[in-house]
């Protein structure tokens, strides 16, 4: 079973639309988190939830919004999407108070065209 | 705020040698943890090694070990009889310890290819 699981993996969307994409982690942690990779792949968090709380939530514009109905579920909702926002977008997890390794999901490319 | 600096973009290694790749960080914390992650051409980001700072003993996982210099701020990975599926991009990255508002901070990571 993957421990860190998003779908969809890849997605191509026109510019102005909505979407989602959906993290599921069966390792039992507590903190989950938003990942983007851009163009360059530098890597940097987004938002950072615990215990369905949200704890972390760096510069990131409005149109970015996640969800935590759960302790295992983060989702990503975007909306009016822009060309920028071409990315891959990694969920990860790990526990706060003891292990401290983040686990990483597959990814989800996302192209704006 | 902490940063992490991998200074090399890329570096090449002949298959079954050894190669080190350097990471420096800069925080004015003293306990945090160090990671290696490897991400592959299909992206996904993978534990290479984990290092604590109040350990002064090294991390070892198979072929890969750490040099740990925690004065320098220093945490360079060695990668032992390379092979080629080594080749791919290397990150260095902090962590705080541990909390709720932790965060991995990432280097820009480097590229490594592995020669046949």
């Known amino acids: 079973d993957t421990a860190v699981s998003q779908t969809p993996k890849y997605l191509v969307t026109q510019m102005g639309n909505d979407k989602s994409i959906k993290c599921e982690q069966n390792?039992?942690?507590?903190?989950m988190y938003w990942y983007k990779q851009d163009s360059k792949k530098f890597l940097k968090i987004m938002f950072s939830?615990?215990?369905?709380?949200?704890?972390i939530n760096e510069t990131v514009p409005n149109r970015f919004s996640p969800k935590s109905p759960d302790k295992a579920h983060l989702n990503l909702h975007i909306n009016s999407l822009e060309l920028g926002d071409s990315a891959v977008y990694f969920c990860?997890?790990?526990?706060?108070?003891?292990?401290?390794?983040?686990?990483f999901g597959e990814g989800s490319w996302l192209t704006v065209v | 705020a902490q940063t992490v600096t991998q200074s090399q973009p890329e570096m090449s290694v002949q298959e079954a040698e050894t190669v080190t790749l350097s990471c420096t960080y800069d925080t004015s914390e003293s306990d945090y943890y160090l990671f290696w992650y490897k991400q592959p051409p299909s992206r996904q980001m993978i534990l290479v090694i984990r290092q604590e700072a109040y350990k002064q003993q090294n991390a070892t996982e198979n072929r890969f070990s750490v040099n740990f210099q925690k004065a320098a701020k220093s945490f360079s990975l060695k990668i032992s009889d390379s092979q080629l599926g080594d080749a791919a991009m290397y990150f260095c990255a902090y962590r705080s310890e541990a909390g709720a508002n932790s965060k991995l901070t990432f280097g820009k990571g480097i590229t490594l290819s592995v020669r046949p």
């Open positions: 390792l039992g942690h507590d903190t």
């Open positions: 990860a997890s790990s526990q706060a108070l003891k292990g401290n390794t983040i686990y």
């Open positions: 939830y615990n215990n369905k709380e949200l704890i």
